[in-house]
Structures are given as C-alpha cells and as structure tokens.
T-cell receptor
Framework: SQTIHQWPATLVQPVGSPLSLECTVE??????LYWYRQAAGRGLQLLFY??????ISSEVPQNLSASRPQDRQFILSSKKLLLSDSGFYLC??????????????FGPGTRLTVL | EDKVVQSPLSLVVHEGDTVTLNCSYE??????LLWYKQEKKAPTFLFML????IEKKSGRLSSILDKKELFSILNITATQTGDSAVYLC????????????FGKGMKLTVNP
C-alpha cells in the first residue's frame, strides 16, 4: 500500500529565516506530487506540482520554491520567510493515467507559524 | 480562471439533522468533481463524480453531480458529532496539467 510522509509536523520560524519542508511517498512509482497551502479558514491553494523528477510547475508567484530531486521526494523551500507564509502545508500525490479516476492522497501536513 | 464556490461557508446543526452542502464550479474542460472531509489534519477522500445524475452513496453520505447546471451537492442524513469537519469540494480538469481546483471549504459543526 502507498503512504505519504511529511515532516516536520509543526514548525515555528522567525521572519527572514529559511525553510525546507520534505514530502516522500512510498509504495508507488512516478507519482504526480503537489504542494498546497491552507490558511486559517480558507480552502487549499495549490502552490506547486510535479509530474516527474526535476519538473516543477508553479501556480502562484511568491517567495517559495519547490524541487523534486528523486522520484518520490518533493521539497518545499524558501530563502526568507514572510509572515504571510504561515499556514498549513499539505503534500499530495496521485497516479497519472488514462483512467478517469483522479483522486489525490494527502500527507499529514506541516503547520508553519512565522513570527 | 477556473473557480469552485462552496456554500454555505459554515453551518451549525444538531445531531440528527440532515444537511446539504453545495458546490458550484466554472472550469474549462471539466473531468471530475471530488468531495473531501478534513478534520484536524489531512483531507480524506469521500466521493468522485464524473457523470451527471448518478448518485454516489456511502452510508449516511451521498452526492450527486449536475453537469448541465455546473454544481454538486453533498447530503448528510442523521448527522452525528463525528461529522463535524470542513468539507472540501474540488474539480479536476482535462488537458495538459493534472491538478485540482479547490473551493474554500464548508465548516460543519454538529452539536449534541
């Protein structure tokens, strides 16, 4: 069976500090990978998605970046955090294929507070 | 721009009540509509709908899609306190990119 891991679970960082959040998927190969952010009381905002190693699509211009150094690893980074970067960050994966199903599976999330 | 709108944004009911959650969408090249339940952490999948007029059912939850009017509803009958959560609606589109567009979510509170 497939599992998705995220760490850390919670993080408190000062403004201007760097950020690195990691997501890994087990039990599948060549997944599509996604980073979402959920601000308090809001829906999920897609930040980045990746259909393969080294392939990153950015949905929202901001001071965040993403990388996919390995097939089942997805990293979200920032060189300098802003207060507005606070939120709940979710990693998700799904298999790409011709079938109509498009179900995303979410990791446990990282709650980031920037002070 | 693709858009998914959920209503109401929040709802408080008593145990045993029946609730209806609404989701309307405006997207190009619609493929499917998905419902998720989010309690404290990650959203969990409830339903995926691709065809109009076919009801999906799981216990006390059911959902239906109207592709002509571009909306879906999620019904919960005989609500329980464990149904308290944020319910998210999302739409996937056909074409080059594999991604979901989410609504803002609906916060349901079921009081005993």
């Amino acid at each position: 069976s497939q599992t998705i891991h995220q760490w850390p679970a919670t993080l408190v960082q000062p403004v201007g500090s760097p950020l690195s959040l990691e997501c890994t998927v087990e039990g599948t190969s060549n997944p599509n990978l996604y980073w979402y952010r959920q601000a308090a009381g809001r829906g999920l905002q897609l930040l980045f998605y990746s259909v393969g190693i080294g392939q990153i699509s950015s949905e929202v211009p901001q001071n965040l970046s993403a990388s996919r150094p390995q097939d089942r690893q997805f990293i979200l980074s920032s060189k300098k955090l802003l207060l507005s970067d606070s939120g709940f960050y979710l990693c998700a994966w799904n298999r790409f294929g011709r079938e109509a199903r498009f179900e995303q599976f979410f990791g446990p999330g990282t709650r980031l507070t920037v002070l | 721009e693709d858009k998914v709108v959920q209503s109401p944004l929040s709802l408080v009911v008593h145990e045993g009540d029946t609730v209806t959650l609404n989701c309307s969408y405006e997207v190009t090249n619609f493929r499917s509509l998905l419902w998720y339940k989010q309690e404290k952490k990650a959203p969990t999948f409830l339903f995926m709908l691709t065809s109009s007029g076919i009801e999906k059912k799981s216990g006390r939850l059911s959902s239906i899609l109207d592709k002509k009017e571009l909306f879906s509803i999620l019904n919960i009958t005989a609500t329980q306190t464990g149904d308290s959560a944020v319910y998210l609606c999302a739409v996937s589109t056909q074409g080059g990119s594999e991604k979901l567009v989410f609504g803002k979510g609906m916060k349901l509170t079921v009081n005993p």
